[in-house]
T-cell receptor, first 113, second 114 residues
């Protein structure tokens, strides 16, 4: 069975600083990987996804993520954080059967002015 | 237009009651899902439907019964509500059951059982 670990429950960064959110997965086959963002009281919005090909994927809002098979990681990065990026971030791995997503526990990002 | 819409957004009810949450998607997708997010923000799949047929039913109590009248709708009916059912329930959809696309999520329904 697949699993996803987000080691950091909370992260606080200053506005304008760079950001990296960690994600490690366990999956027996080629993973389909996603990052979603959840703003307070909102649903989940897809930031980016990896299916195959280039291991560095670009997403919306200036985010990118790099798939590293050797480390079973799919870390999310942003070079300069904005106050509006404060939210909960979820990494997920997809399973072919039923297209279900298995989510990590989430990382809450707080941005200091 | 909202792609995946859920109603109601908030639901407060007493233990033992029966309630339903409705979900509709206007994206023409074949596959719909229900996810549960608990108080610790942990998200877990409950059900997956493809073209009105159940594909996945994770270890969910049979008090939870999804109903898909057509492929644009997947409603969740919950019988004999318990305190532990309090959570945010998310509906989602994706174009088909092949995993080359992402899931689109609704805004969630916050269920509080008192």
């Amino acid at each position: 069975a697949q699993s996803v670990t987000q080691p950091d429950i909370h992260i606080t960064v200053s506005e304008g600083a760079s950001l990296e959110l960690r994600c490690n997965y366990s999956y027996g086959a080629t993973p389909y990987l996603f990052w979603y963002v959840q703003s307070p009281g909102q649903g989940l919005q897809l930031l980016l996804k990896y299916f195959s090909g280039d291991t560095l994927v670009q997403g919306i809002k200036g985010f990118e993520a790099e798939f590293k098979r050797s480390q079973s990681s799919f870390n999310l990065r942003k070079p300069s954080v904005h106050w509006s990026d404060a939210a909960e971030y979820f990494c997920a791995v997809g399973a072919r059967a039923g297209n279900m997503l298995t989510f990590g526990g989430g990382t809450r990002l707080m941005v200091k002015p | 237009d909202t792609a995946v819409s859920q109603t109601p957004k908030y639901l407060v009810t007493q233990m033992g009651n029966d309630k339903s949450i409705k979900c509709e998607q206007n994206l023409g997708h074949d596959t719909m899902y229900w996810y549960k997010q608990d108080s610790k923000k942990f998200l877990k799949i409950m059900f997956s439907y493809n073209n009105k047929e159940l594909i996945i039913n994770e270890t969910v109590p049979n008090r939870f019964s999804p109903k898909s009248p057509d492929k644009a709708h997947l409603n969740l009916h919950i019988n004999s509500l318990e305190l532990g059912d309090s959570a945010v329930y998310f509906c989602a959809s994706s174009p088909d059951s092949l995993l080359n696309t992402e899931a689109f999520f609704g805004q969630g329904t916050r269920l509080t059982v008192v």
